[in-house]
């Protein structure tokens, strides 16, 4: 099966929080991501977690980790028009020479 | 700083035809990644290189496939000869070499590639 599992579509509307979720089988990941890609365009690194946190914050963004159950969500507030696009969640194993491991993807629409 | 750079940006080819793919990575960095993305299998790892040598390259689909870094600011992939089943976007990406750095793996904007 896969190694990281997302969810395939998020609707929200403008204004309202998103959440997008993830969840991964190695426990060995030492640091969890979460790409931005819009329509046409590569992927944007918008953040990354170290496996030893619990919450990283940056602006609009919030990611939460939960180690013991293997779930990662991104939160991101006042969602905008611009936030709609698809978003990876990635990982990576030492073990594996930090190679990332991404998920599926999920696409947000944000409706205004 | 100009990020990951690639050409072209679409490619048009046919079957059987010879395509290189061209990536210029961050400067300073010293990790190249090619990756291929598609409807069926999303993001794929082909293959890549610490310090312009070939680390892993388990992902590249076959032989018609291959890849070089003769320098730390350039990458080539080539494919010959290709398939319509190899029209994906090729993405490369590159990641820096120091502190933090080395965990921020940074993406060019693709090559759309269509074989017919």
């Known amino acids: 099966g896969e190694d990281v599992e997302q969810s395939l579509f998020l609707s929200v509307r403008e204004g309202d929080s998103s959440v997008i979720n993830c969840t991964y089988t190695?426990?060995?990941?030492?640091?969890l991501y979460w790409y931005k890609q819009e329509p046409g365009a590569g992927l944007q690194l918008l953040t990354y977690i170290f496996s030893n946190m619990d919450m990283k914050q940056d602006q609009r963004l919030t990611v939460l980790l939960n180690k013991k159950d293997k779930h990662l969500s991104l939160r991101i507030a006042d969602t905008q028009t611009g936030d709609s696009a698809i978003y990876f969640c990635a990982e990576t194993l030492q073990a594996a020479g930090n190679k990332l491991t991404f998920g599926g993807g999920t696409r947000v629409l944000v409706k205004p | 700083d100009a990020g990951v750079i690639q050409s072209p940006r679409h490619e048009v080819t046919e079957m059987g035809q010879e395509v290189t793919l061209r990536c210029k990575p961050i400067?300073?960095?010293?990790?190249l990644f090619w990756y291929r993305q598609t409807m069926m299998r999303g993001l794929e790892l082909l293959i890549y290189?610490?310090?312009?040598?070939?680390?892993?390259d388990s992902g590249m689909p076959e032989d018609r496939f291959s890849a070089k870094m003769p320098n730390a600011s350039f990458s080539t992939l080539k494919i010959q000869p290709s398939e319509p089943r190899d029209s994906a976007v090729y993405f490369c990406a590159s990641r820096g070499g120091t502190g933090t750095g080395v965990y921020e793996q940074y993406f060019g904007p693709g090559t759309r590639l269509t074989v017919t």
């Open positions: 290189f610490n310090n312009n040598v070939p680390i892993d």
């Open positions: 400067s300073g960095h010293n990790s």
């Open positions: 190695d426990s060995s990941s030492t640091y």
